[in-house]
Antibody
């Protein structure tokens, strides 16, 4: 069975960086693009970008370019999201989501359980 | 970048029919936007319901259907069940990016 398990909640100060992990099981990480989506408390979903774990190529939403880095370690089937220069409005639940079809860019299945990142002084 | 618009909230009676819509400030929504619909219940991660405007995920109940309607993407729920109460998000595909709508809170009452 395909699962994505994310790392635990984080509390960070403004200006710091956070790195969230997403461990894949039940399939080969390098075979499917991994996307990241975030959701601020009580707010909607926001697409952040994707990584192709096969070759490390990334595509970031314009809003996050310069602050976001998506990486992977295929040896441990894990994808990572790093967000730098954190601000209070980066407080959100961050989800990883597998793009389960090469023909459908945003067909996500499954999703990770989410990681709450709180940015507070 | 385009803004994707959805009704903030809708209410449907049990057994009733409701249509949620998804528009774009950049013009008509077309099949070229490959519209997606996601369902999210409180405290849970979202789940994909519809892709490419009208194709269903294997788990999507038959009472949900997707279409294009009047320049928008539409999600129709026919025969609403209490368990369909949730937030629904559409996503449109633009060159190099996906943009979510603000979501529709659907109440079954």
């Amino acid at each position: 069975q395909v699962h994505l398990v994310q790392s635990g909640a984080e509390v960070k100060k403004p200006g710091a960086s956070v790195k969230v992990s997403c461990k894949a099981s039940g399939y080969t990480l390098s075979g499917y693009y991994m996307h990241w989506v975030r959701q601020a408390p009580g707010q909607g979903l926001e697409w952040m970008g994707w990584i192709n774990p096969y070759n490390g190529v990334t595509n970031y939403a314009q809003k996050f370019q310069g602050r976001v880095t998506m990486t992977r370690d295929t040896s441990i089937s894990t994808a990572y999201l790093e967000l730098s220069r954190l601000r209070s409005d980066d407080t959100a639940v961050y989800y990883c989501a597998r793009q389960s079809s090469s023909a459908h860019d945003f067909f996500f299945d499954p999703w990770g359980q989410g990681t709450l990142v709180t940015v507070s002084s | 970048q385009a803004v994707v618009t959805q009704e903030p909230s809708l209410t449907v009676s049990p057994g009733g029919t409701v249509t949620l819509t998804c528009g774009s400030t950049s013009g008509d929504v077309t099949f070229g936007h490959y519209p997606y619909w996601f369902q999210q219940k409180p405290g849970q991660a979202p789940r994909t319901l519809i892709y490419d405007a009208r194709n269903k995920h294997s788990w999507t109940p038959a009472r949900f259907s997707g279409s294009l309607l009047g320049g928008k993407a539409a999600l129709t729920l026919s025969g609403a069940q209490p368990e369909d109460e949730a937030d629904y998000y559409c996503l449109l595909s633009y060159p190099g990016a996906g943009v979510f709508g603000g979501g529709t809170k659907l109440t079954v009452l």
